[in-house]
């Protein structure tokens, strides 16, 4: 293993540039919805180009289908993480160098000692994500990188292999270097794609016949437990969740089949939206055993 690894000296070395400034790189990212006219990616101009932080993340990079570029780890953990790097495909190359350096390149303290360069691949079809989930989240304007990452999460954790997410246009990246992290490389491993026109795209699938199922506060939504057997049922089920504070559109909730509430004591406002999620899919995995008789949903592959 240390054979194949290259030790990087300079900060300025041609090999590490797209490590360079990590920290504020995603301020000039096009799939930040704040970013403004004119930008790129990594300021680089390579928008395939995104970061995976962590062993963690790199263990679900490795699983995935997203083609590794290179792997940048301090000297001090290569040790520590001799087994994971050793599953690096032998054309990545390992770049190396002491944690203070690693931190003047990357522009932030790599307290994990490990980043990673990875390429996308072409985007999937939402709409087809859709009519072939068992469940697919539905992210109207969710511009929170830790929302973000904590939904994929919990879509993997509880759905399992069978699962998706679909997200507005203006919802943040979930490729992000922190909305990774915070998945645990779970983004990696749930396929999502980019529902556009949005609300007209969900009354499509509504009317194909998938439930969507429109979270909500509002005095006209039902309480979770509600929700009808035969949609709990469906051999497709779409959940939607809207920004903390807007909420969802009227343009998504009228593209909906129903509202649902998640039932709270009154004197807090909400909950937060990645808890929300976890709520409603393990309430609604339960829901469909106890109607349907069927097994627990598949865990992702491991491999």
């Known amino acids: 293993m240390i054979d194949r690894i290259t030790m990087i000296h300079d900060p300025e070395d041609e090999r590490i540039r797209i490590y360079l400034n990590q920290r504020d790189a995603w301020l000039k990212a096009a799939h930040n919805p704040e970013a403004g006219e004119g930008a790129t990616s990594t300021g680089l101009d390579d928008p395939g180009l995104f970061m995976t932080e962590g062993a963690l993340v790199l263990d679900q990079h490795l699983r995935s289908g997203y083609p590794l570029s290179s792997v940048l780890v301090a000297q001090e953990r290569v040790e520590a993480l001799g087994d994971l790097l050793a599953r690096v495909p032998e054309d990545v190359p390992i770049y190396s160098a002491p944690r203070e350096l690693l931190s003047s390149i990357t522009g932030f303290a790599m307290h994990r000692?490990?980043?990673?360069?990875g390429r996308r691949v072409p985007d999937r079809d939402p709409m087809e994500l859709a009519r072939t989930s068992r469940t697919s989240v539905i992210l109207e304007d969710i511009a929170n990188h830790d929302n973000v990452g904590s939904i994929f999460r919990s879509t993997?954790?509880?759905?399992?292999?069978d699962s998706s997410v679909l997200?507005?246009?203006?919802?943040?990246?979930?490729?992000?270097?922190?909305?990774?992290?915070v998945s645990i490389g779970c983004a990696l491993r749930?396929?999502?794609?980019?529902?556009?026109?949005?609300?007209?795209?969900?009354?499509?699938?509504?009317?194909?016949?998938?439930?969507?199922?429109?979270m909500t506060p509002a005095?006209?939504?039902?309480?979770?437990?509600?929700?009808?057997?035969d949609v709990v049922g469906s051999a497709r089920i779409g959940?939607?969740?809207?920004?903390?504070?807007?909420?969802?559109?009227?343009?998504?909730?009228?593209?909906?089949?129903?509202?649902?509430?998640?039932?709270i004591?009154?004197?807090?406002?909400?909950?937060n939206i990645g808890v929300a999620c976890g709520v409603v899919l393990h309430d609604i995995e339960r829901r469909r055993r106890s109607v349907s008789g069927a097994e627990p949903t598949s865990p992702i592959p491991h491999e």
Do not use: H
């Not at 993997?156 to 292999?161: E, L």
């Not at 005095?219 to 057997?229: C, G, K, M, S, T």
């Not at 004591?265 to 909950?271: A, E, N, P, Q, T």
């Open 167 to 181: 997200i507005s246009p203006r919802s943040c990246d979930p490729l992000y270097r922190k909305a990774l992290r």
């Open 265 to 271: 004591v009154d004197w807090v406002d909400s909950l």
């Open 113 to 117: 000692g490990l980043l990673a360069a």
């Open 156 to 161: 993997a954790a509880i759905c399992g292999s």
């Open 239 to 263: 959940v939607l969740l809207g920004a903390e504070g807007p909420g969802l559109t009227k343009e998504a909730m009228d593209s909906s089949t129903i509202r649902v509430r998640i039932p």
């Open 219 to 229: 005095d006209d939504a039902i309480d979770l437990e509600q929700i009808p057997n």
């Open 190 to 214: 749930v396929p999502f794609g980019t529902l556009d026109p949005f609300a007209e795209s969900l009354g499509v699938l509504r009317d194909e016949g998938i439930p969507i199922l429109a």
